[in-house]
């Protein structure tokens, strides 16, 4: 990545993009972390530690307290899914210490607040977050047509029917299936589409 620091103050996000790790794909299935990123997807995005700090929403979401829910577990999900992922994917959604549910999603409402919210597939994460709003008595302040996806977006510029940039170099400090991870690939690459294919 060739980018410059700037002060963060300089920086106006505006755009997110989120992500969740679950044990389904049910609605109501638990979701162990919730996480999200802020940045302009019209500029390059700034370097350093502070920088990501500062815009980066990463919380591991309490188990039990959404089991006490009627959450579920699918067993397919763990057998066929997580148990075939790296340790410290695995780690961070079931073994990092947790947050209070409620909590973690009304800092997640004003973390993304005045931005617009992308995800990957409009038709899996926001449903999930929609249920565990619901569950746990916390309105949802972001209309069930505003997510915008991140796969379209990135086709759009690329001309591509696979979501990514093709033959992108992944950061090393990127595991797939971290959220925050997951979250960082997806801005930077939403970020570098439109740089690399002359759109902007």
Request: proline share 12%; net charge neutral.
């Given at each position: 990545m060739s980018k410059q620091d700037k002060p963060t103050n300089?920086?106006?996000p505006n755009t997110s993009v989120f992500d969740t790790e679950t044990t389904g794909t049910a609605n109501n299935c638990i979701i162990l972390t919730l996480s999200a990123v802020k940045f302009d997807r019209f500029q390059p995005i700034p370097h350093g530690d502070a920088f990501y700090q500062e815009t980066s929403?990463?919380?591991?979401?309490?188990?039990?307290?959404?089991?006490l829910k009627g959450r579920i577990i699918e067993a397919s999900c763990i057998e066929q899914f997580w148990l075939k992922q790296p340790k410290n994917a695995i780690d961070a959604a079931f073994y990092a210490p947790s947050?209070?549910?409620?909590?973690?999603?009304e800092e997640f409402f004003e973390f993304i607040k005045g931005t617009q919210p992308f995800c990957r597939g409009?038709?899996?994460d926001?449903?999930?977050?929609?249920?565990l709003c619901k569950d746990f008595g916390v309105k949802m302040p972001i209309k069930y047509n505003a997510f915008r996806n991140v796969r379209t977006y990135i086709d759009a510029f690329?001309?591509?029917?696979q979501g990514y940039i093709e033959s992108w170099n992944t950061p090393d400090w990127i595991t797939p299936h971290i959220s925050i991870d997951d979250c960082w690939r997806d801005a930077l690459q939403m970020v570098e589409a439109p740089q690399r294919y002359n759109q902007f």
């Open positions: 300089e920086y106006q929403f990463n919380r591991v979401l309490n188990i039990p307290e959404q089991i947050n209070p549910v409620k909590k973690a999603l409009t038709d899996f926001p449903p999930k977050l929609a249920s690329t001309m591509g029917e």
